[in-house]
């Protein structure tokens, strides 16, 4: 059998730059949007030390996902990223080892059975910062995305690893926070600049060597305090849970190098992501009153006056769907990258090289006109079961693929459900105007 092939379109490239001047760098994700929006779903773009192919139609994405041809890239700027996350999760090869044994140690430890041991310290924390809330009164104007990152940021801290960042009770982030956003930040830019630039940059680097040792302290200071104190009462939390158990298929621990990296690795995915799938929600209730009136309703019926419990989770199937909504529009994890195992054709045309970045881009992905009917509104009943069964494999992936999955997508769900539950239930929110306050006690 033989295949006509044709080339993956792409803008023009230009001597030494490739593409470079064809993508802002300033705009994020927003920049492949653009050109996707010109070029298609599937383009290519040539930029210095990362040939990327950026794919966002559910028809080519689905093709993607068959782990049998294709598995997760630790492309240019998630490699960056490993200079302190290190053979963590998110960062590892999926065959290196450390990354199958920390697999198989930790999916029980975000499983079912373990998110319901987790509700309690989820509890805790929302009702720090709702108590706050509610004593600041309604005049108070609320910067939901720094209020949602200190949120997700002690919870996720609490949760796994017993620790306390205390963030509600200080204007000042705590200092692992202020060195994990810069490494990030510079981690990011780095991957925009030449080699030369970088090695020019002294006084940057030497902050990112410091916020390195910074992040790596507290991390393995952590671990040190677990080891002289374990829990109270044969508590066992995921840190426990990383530095006693072994491997199923090994028999062997992961070595306290390796439990550090998994530290920041859950400190950084736990962070941004979750509080920006609620700033986002915040966002998209406020400009439809609608979706608002019935989620609050929704709330008022399942809940009451009284406190959630574990079980009432799942019967809160309306907030499901918003959330569902909510990361279909804005995936706050904008795009994750396979490779082909062996040299193939994709899209029964476009011919690519075993190892070669395919960027899975989730915000074009989620607009696919093929798939979503009018993809720009907000309408939480597209995830209704009737509706969301109607949806072709792969449409909605901002979660990522197969084994290289989120492992916090069970517990970022639990924790931004029951947060907007005990949201709505004690608050009416309206949107901060030049004068009035975006919160009022609904007791
Ligand atoms: Mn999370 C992988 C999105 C919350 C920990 N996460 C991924 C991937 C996406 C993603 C996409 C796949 C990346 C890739 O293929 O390169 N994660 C999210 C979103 C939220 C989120 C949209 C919240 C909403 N993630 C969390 C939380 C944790 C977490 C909370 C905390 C434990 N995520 C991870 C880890 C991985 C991951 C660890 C890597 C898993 C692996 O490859 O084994």
Known sequence: MSVTTEPIPQPRPRPLLGNLPDFDAGKGVFGLVELAQEYGPIYRLELP?????????????????????????????????????????FTAETQEPNWGA??????????????????????DIAEQLLLKWERQGPAHRIDVGDNTTRLTLDTIALCSFGYRFNSMYSDQMHPFVGAMVRSLVESGERGHRLPLQN??????RHQYDEDKRLMFEIADQLI?????????????????????????????????????????????AGHETTSGLLTFTVHELLRHPEVLAKAQAHVDEVLGNRAPRFEDLVELGYLDRVLKESLRLWPTAPAFAVQPYEDTVIGGRYPVRAGQTLLVLIPQLHRDPAVWDRPEDYDPDRFAFERAEQLPPNAWKPFGNGQRSCIGRGFALQ??????????????LTAATRTTGSTSSRR
């Open 49 to 89: 030390g990362n040939d990327l192919v950026v794919v966002s139609s559910q028809e080519l994405v689905d093709e993607l996902c068959d782990e049998k041809r294709f598995d997760k890239k630790v492309h240019t700027p998630l490699q960056n990223v490993r200079d302190f996350a290190g053979d963590g999760l």
């Open 102 to 123: 920390a697999h198989r140690i930790l999916m029980p430890a975000f499983g079912p059975a373990a998110l319901r041991t987790m509700f309690d310290g989820m509890t």
């Open 199 to 204: 090695r020019l940059m002294v006084r940057t």
């Open 224 to 268: 040190a305090d677990r080891r002289r104190h374990p829990l109270p009462g044969g508590e066992h939390d995921i840190l426990d849970t990383m530095l006693e158990a072994t491997d199923p298929l090994t028999g062997e621990r992961l070595s306290d190098e390796n439990v550090r990296y998994q530290l920041v690795t859950f400190l950084i």
């Open 415 to 428: 924790e931004a459900t029951l947060f907007l539950a005990m949201l709505l239930q004690r608050f009416d």
